[in-house]
Structures are given as structure tokens and as C-alpha cells.
């Protein structure tokens, strides 16, 4: 198989290093020597990274996420992290630009792609959310606002850049409510996201790059979403809480 599947756990504020302690375990005992055709990442809130890193660090299938980074090097800006200073917590990836960062927090496509490059410049691996709202969906406008998030957001990337890159795929009506989209809408949304990619990029990377699907992601439709040529994985919000049910999408959904 030309990419490999990502699943994802995106805890959001959810899990202190005591829950994150119990979860980490858990995990641990269900885990622990198997190997899985597939990267298995998890994103808890910062203060809890150390925690993870201390309990799965050695599970060679796991490796940890932040949830964002600063696009800024270091200075003056309250409350942010560096790129760089998640580098040290022995993490690879950073989600950068789920839609709560968008919607609650004002983040543009611009902020976006500075804090790509940012996470790039010390090799941490992005992990790009895009989608769109129902509204936009439903006047038309998927595919302008898709077109705008992706060339906007992987703009000035080098080829490498892309494919250390991956990109989660996540409808705004889909997260957190409990609504998936069906596996022909998700299906016909990555080939189309895919298409944008080789439009920047051109083809051979566009095959080589992984898509995730997030939005209700559970157990029961795992499967079915997975399955679809073009989805590459899964982010996971409310149903990675929970170790077994974070685990039975993993199997239900790795090849
Ligand atoms: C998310 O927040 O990235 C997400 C997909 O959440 P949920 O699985 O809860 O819809």
C-alpha cells in the first residue's frame, strides 16, 4: 500500500496527567506487543505530553501530537508554544488548524500556513484540518471553501514539506454532533481534496499524501469509512476518550 493509515486521537481540553496517567495504561496493557499496520498518534492537552510520553514512549506504533503550536519563533506572545519547544517533548506531530482554532479562536488560513512551516522547520509533522460548515455545503460553496484552505495553507511548502504533511479532512456539521458524512460523501470530498493537492503539487505527490477523515468518527462506522480508497485514517475527538473504543476503530478501520 502506497500510504499508510493515520488514526489519531484529538482529546482537545480534555484529560489532565492524572486521567491522561489512567488512559496511557490502560491503552498500554491492550497494546502492548502488537504491532499495527497502521500510525497511531495521540494528541492530549499540553500539560499532559509528558505524562503520555512517560507511559507509551516505547510503543513503537505510538507517537504523540500536540494540539497546536505558536507561529511565532519566541518572544513576547502570553501563552503560546513554540514549534521548537514541542520538539523537546519527544512528539511528532501537531495538529495546526482544526476548526476550533478557526471559529473560537480567529485562526486564518494565513495564521494556518505560518504555523505549517513553523512546525516544519523542526520537523514536526502537521497534521492540517480543513472543512467546511453546513451552510457552505449546503450553498454550494465545498468546493471554493476547500480550494481556499488547501492552497492557502500548504502555499510555499517543498515537496517534503507535503508529505510529512497530513491532511485531515473534517466537516464543521460532522464534529462532535454525532453526524457522519456517508462514506460516498466523505469518499467523493477526499478525492476532490486529493485533486486540489495535485493541481499545487502534481500527481505523484498527490497519491503519496495521507487524508484523514474526522467528524464522529466511532466503532460502528469505522469500518465503512475506511474502507473508501481515498481515506487514509481518522481523527478522533469524543471517541478517543476512551481506550477500547479508540482501539475498536483502530481495528475496525486499519487494513
Ligand atoms: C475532532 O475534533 O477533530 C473530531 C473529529 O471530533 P469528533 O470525533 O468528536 O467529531
Same mark, same amino acid.
Given at each position: 500500500m502506497i500510504r499508510k493509515p493515520i488514526f489519531a486521537a484529538n482529546w482537545k481540553m480534555n484529560k489532565g496527567p492524572s486521567e491522561t496517567e489512567d488512559f496511557a495504561k490502560s491503552l498500554l496493557s491492550k497494546v502492548q506487543n502488537r504491532t499495527f499496520p497502521c500510525d497511531i498518534v495521540i494528541a492530549p492537552p499540553f500539560v499532559s505530553l509528558t505524562k503520555a510520553a512517560e507511559i507509551?514512549?516505547?510503543?513503537?506504533s505510538i507517537t504523540l501530537a500536540a494540539q497546536n503550536c505558536s507561529q511565532? $519563533?519566541?518572544? !513576547?506572545? @502570553?501563552g503560546e508554544i513554540s514549534a521548537m519547544m514541542l520538539k523537546?517533548? /519527544? #512528539?511528532h506531530y501537531v495538529i495546526i488548524g482544526h476548526s476550533e482554532r478557526r471559529s #473560537? /479562536?480567529?485562526? @486564518?488560513d494565513e495564521v494556518i500556513n505560518a504555523k505549517i512551516r513553523k512546525a516544519r522547520e523542526v520537523n514536526l509533522k502537521p497534521i492540517f484540518c480543513i472543512g467546511e460548515t453546513l451552510e457552505e455545503r449546503e450553498g454550494g460553496r465545498l468546493e471554493k471553501v476547500l480550494r481556499t484552505q488547501v492552497s492557502e495553507g500548504l502555499k510555499g511548502l517543498s515537496e517534503r514539506d507535503l508529505l510529512d504533511t497530513v491532511i485531515a479532512y473534517e466537516p464543521v456539521w460532522a464534529i462532535g454532533t454525532g453526524v457522519t458524512a456517508t462514506a460516498e460523501q466523505a469518499q467523493d470530498t477526499h478525492a476532490f481534496v486529493r485533486s486540489l493537492v495535485a493541481e499545487q503539487f502534481g500527481a505523484d505527490s498527490a497519491a503519496k499524501i495521507r487524508i484523514q477523515y474526522g467528524g464522529s468518527v466511532k466503532p460502528g462506522n469505522a469500518a465503512e469509512l475506511m474502507?473508501?480508497? $481515498? #481515506? $487514509? *485514517?481518522a481523527l478522533i475527538g *469524543? !471517541?478517543?476518550?476512551?481506550p477500547q473504543s479508540f482501539l475498536d476503530i483502530i481495528e475496525k478501520g486499519a487494513p
Open positions: 507509551l514512549g516505547n510503543v513503537s511565532f $519563533d519566541s518572544g !513576547a506572545y @502570553t523537546e517533548f /519527544f #512528539i #473560537i /479562536f480567529g485562526e @486564518t474502507a473508501c480508497p $481515498d #481515506i $487514509d *485514517g *469524543g !471517541a478517543s476518550l476512551e
